[in-house]
């Protein structure tokens, strides 16, 4: 405390001469709330990136936890991002991973997915199948995953050790950029890929389509993968990444978090957050017209190591 009472005594007299107000500084907040990490916000659209920095900001206020977002909208050259490179532990998000590094193994050898192959990338990502997503992680092995995220330019992603993909480390940064891959044209995953995973996205059993997609308008797509993994430390670690295309739109959200008392506390989160920048994309007061999610949100489990 020394320190800051320290530092304190040499920065007010040099604000004083500056002739700002000292008031403002001697009252301002905790030097832990001062050093949060904050959102941020940049639009080609005039006022939108200001409007989504107070929004998002005011969504969270409330929630404890630790949460990372990222927006991008193609339409308005929006980004907005609050701990882009910290990281999670992935829980099912990773699936996507597992399922663009499949593809982009396959396209190697021009070879078509085999049936085998389709059914567990299926279950996998609309039933979030943990069996499935094994035989398909063991199949390829960490080097191949590897391959993928250094052509996709993933660079800060770890995947999990000692087969447990559950504990990839993940980050709003990547995942973000995984969802640009999967949305637009690029040399990394072929036209037919990005089809297939938007596909079996947007194909997700409802009790699964809860988090980035809350708020979203009628008018958009909705295409998601959820999350969630309890540990004994850090709580429950939630995380949902969606992308939204059509109406004259076109943007991704990532939503990450972990220290949530429960799983549904983490889902409210999310959801509180996403329903903002639903709302701040695409405005419209038809808010009937605004996708509701399941009441029940279902993820399943995912093995961890003990501890």
């Not at 829980?91 to 050898?109: I, Q």
Request: glycine share 8%; hydrophobic share 40%.
């Amino acid at each position: 405390m020394t320190h800051h009472i320290s530092l304190r005594a040499r920065v007010l007299p040099a604000v004083a001469a500056a002739g700002i107000l000292v008031p403002v500084v001697a009252g301002a907040a905790p030097a832990s709330a001062a050093t949060a990490p904050q959102v941020s916000c940049t639009s080609g659209k005039a006022g939108l990136a200001a409007k989504l920095q107070k929004d998002i900001t005011a969504a969270l206020a409330t929630r404890s936890g630790t949460v990372a977002v990222g927006v991008r909208d193609r339409t308005t050259n929006t980004t907005c991002t609050l701990r882009a490179t910290t990281s999670y532990d992935s829980a099912s998000v990773v699936k996507v991973t597992v399922l663009a590094t499949l593809l982009w193994d396959a396209k190697k050898t021009n070879r078509y997915l085999t049936t085998r192959e389709s059914n567990l990338a299926t279950a996998m990502i609309t039933k979030s199948d943990n069996a499935a997503t094994t035989s398909l992680w063991n199949q390829l092995g960490v080097t191949k995953v590897k391959g993928f995220l250094a052509a996709a330019g993933m660079t800060r992603t770890v995947p999990g050790s000692g087969g447990y993909w559950g504990l990839t480390q993940i980050n709003v940064t990547d995942e973000q950029r995984l969802l640009s891959l999967i949305t637009a044209r690029n040399t990394v995953l072929t036209d037919s890929s990005r089809a297939y995973i938007l596909k079996l996205m947007g194909n997700v059993v409802t009790s699964q389509k809860w988090g980035t997609p809350a708020g979203a308008p009628s008018s958009v797509a909705v295409h998601v993968k959820n999350g969630w993994l309890q540990r004994a430390t850090r709580g429950w670690r939630v995380h949902s990444v969606g992308t939204f295309q059509g109406g004259g739109h076109d943007y991704t959200i990532t939503v990450l978090t972990d220290g949530n008392s429960t799983m549904n506390y983490g889902v409210n989160t999310i959801q509180a957050v996403s329903k903002v920048i639903h709302q701040d994309l695409v405005p419209t007061t038809r808010t009937a017209y605004r996708y509701t999610p399941t009441t029940t949100p279902r993820e399943a489990f995912v093995a961890v190591p003990r501890g």
